[in-house]
């Protein structure tokens, strides 16, 4: 077989995974293949972004990935990152809720959706009323959930109102910037909606759940313990490492592909870059933002350009800050706090990891590290944003004087929404991708927005692209 050309577009996790495991199968089952990465900025990564600085490990995007999603653990093990892992302090694991002005500790359980009982009525989140309500919605008769509903409908019903306003609706701000109203029950909760769907109540599902997880971390002995891990260097360690092992792949970094044609006498794809050369290739990957392979598609589908539009996104800005530990009077003692939507209100803040506390090794020795999530898009410039975030912080955590140090990330149009009825725009966006022969897509807008999920799509991507050569080849 000659040999086959496969470019893969966009250098951020999904990218870098659909290249490793391209490089990866063609060296196992002896294919002929030539790899190029292209990425529009000068750092590999995209949305990780690890700054290390005199002892801080600053992370400007993604800080954790979860673990009971198995691909960014098992990709860790392949690249020898094993015991590079770094668990969430055991000690700090506590995580609270900023409402009406005061933070309240989210009880144990709430944070992986399932509370105990216990912890359900010692909170002081909720008012009897809503305590009450949780005990018994739990028990109702599931409706009839064929359609895709929003988190707030599909957890009002079963929690009621204080429960899913106060606690669901920043959680799930936490995770996807979004707001509960629009975001797709089927999508964002999948295994909940799926047992919710089959058993008679969420209290029965919810026992069904609980035992499923202690089964699977019975059966497998090598699963860490703690639900979120990192790395040692940050998640930056990770790009590094795949980057490392990428001796054959041709990396083009600092150009933006621009156009994406086929070429109509060979057949071929060929991608334009901005400095008008051309990559002609047997097949082509976008793991690029969902807006950015919309673009690149135009000249070959239009309806699948639209659908790709069509996915709405969210802004995100995070700001780190680092405090002498004499400057900062409150303990500290968990992993951070969350903003319910009513204080959202008053407040630029949508959430606050205790970073140092959280990962100890991320600040110096005597310092603290804290990072905050930005609930809007500002104007401001960045000593400005820092000066309102530490305004916000300081009756909270007792903050006295100024920051240290500081570290402002933006990013535009970062937050894919899984809004209601998502998971049938996927299906459409994979029926004209069939049409579309040997372009694939991988990324974060598509069916999981975590680095886990990513790192799948890139791997998806991969063995769908090389069947689809090899399939070429014996036609
Ligand atoms: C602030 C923040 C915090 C987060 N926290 C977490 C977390 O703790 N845990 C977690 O699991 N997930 C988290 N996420 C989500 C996760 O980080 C992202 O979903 C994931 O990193 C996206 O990876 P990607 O490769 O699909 O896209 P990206 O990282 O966006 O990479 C796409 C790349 O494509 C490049 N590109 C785009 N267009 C072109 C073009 N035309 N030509 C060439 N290159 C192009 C871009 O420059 C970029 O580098 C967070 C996200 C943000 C923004």
Redesign the pocket.
């Known amino acids: 077989m000659p040999e086959r050309h496969i470019v893969v577009?966009?250098?951020?996790?999904?990218?870098l995974s659909a290249a490793y495991h391209l490089t990866k199968q063609a060296k196992r089952e002896s294919i002929s293949l030539r790899v190029t990465l292209?990425?529009?900025?000068n750092l590999w990564?995209?949305?990780?972004r690890t700054v290390r600085e005199d002892g801080f490990v600053v992370e400007g995007?993604?800080?954790?990935?979860?673990t009971v999603k198995p691909w960014a653990l098992e990709l860790c093990r392949e690249l020898g990152l094993w015991e590079r892992l770094l668990p969430t302090n055991p000690h700090a694991r506590r995580v609270f809720i900023l409402w009406r002005g005061k933070l309240h500790l989210l009880p144990h359980g709430f944070l992986t959706f399932s509370p105990d009982l216990k912890g359900l009525f010692e909170t002081d989140l909720l008012s009897w009323k809503g305590k009450l309500r949780v005990a018994l919605g739990i028990l109702l008769p599931k409706p009839n959930w064929d359609e895709d509903v929003s988190v707030s409908a599909f957890l009002g019903y079963y929690l009621g109102t204080e429960m899913t306003e106060r606690v669901i609706a920043p959680l799930m701000a936490g995770v996807y910037g979004g707001d509960i109203r629009q975001l797709s029950a089927r999508m964002t909760l999948p295994t909940l909606w799926q047992i919710a769907k089959l058993h008679r109540n969420l209290a029965w599902a919810s026992l069904v759940r609980s035992l499923r997880r202690k089964l699977q971390r019975q059966s497998s002995n090598s699963q860490p313990s703690s639900y979120f891990m990192t790395l040692k260097s940050g998640l930056g360690e990770l790009v590094e490492t795949i980057l490392a092992s990428f001796s054959e792949v041709n990396l083009v970094q600092g150009?933006?592909?621009?156009q994406l044609r086929r070429d109509s006498e060979s057949g071929r794809l060929i991608v334009t870059l901005d400095d008008g050369s051309q990559l002609a290739a047997d097949a082509v990957i976008l793991?690029?933002?969902a807006w950015?392979a919309a673009n690149?598609l135009k000249p070959l589908d239009a309806n699948l350009t639209d659908e790709l539009f069509s996915i709405p996104h969210t802004h995100?800005i995070?700001v780190s800050l680092s405090f002498d530990r004499s400057q900062v009077s409150h303990p500290l003692n968990g992993s951070g706090f969350l903003v319910a939507p009513e204080d959202q209100r008053e407040s630029l803040l949508l959430a606050c990891t205790w970073t140092s506390s959280k990962f100890p090794p991320r600040a110096p020795q005597g310092k603290v590290l804290l990072r905050a999530?930005v609930n809007k898009w500002v104007e401001m410039d960045d000593s400005e944003l820092v000066n309102a975030i530490v305004e916000a912080l300081r009756p909270l955590l007792g903050i006295k004087g100024e920051p240290e140090r500081s570290w402002v990330?933006r990013?535009e149009n970062?937050?894919p929404q899984y809004t209601v009825g998502h998971a049938k725009k996927v299906v459409r966006i994979n029926e004209r991708l069939k049409g579309l022969h040997k372009v694939f897509l991988?990324?974060?807008y598509l069916t999981g927005?975590?680095?886990?999920d990513?790192i799948r799509s890139g791997r998806e991507a991969a063995e769908k692209a090389i069947r689809a050569i090899l399939r070429g080849n014996s036609s």
């Not at 577009?9 to 990218?15: A, D, E, L």
């Open positions: 577009v966009g250098g951020g996790i999904s990218g292209v990425e529009r900025e990564g995209g949305k990780i995007g993604p800080d954790t990935f979860v150009r933006e592909a621009f793991a690029t933002p950015s690149l995100a995070t999530f990330f990013w970062a937050m991988a990324g974060n927005i975590g680095i886990p990513c």
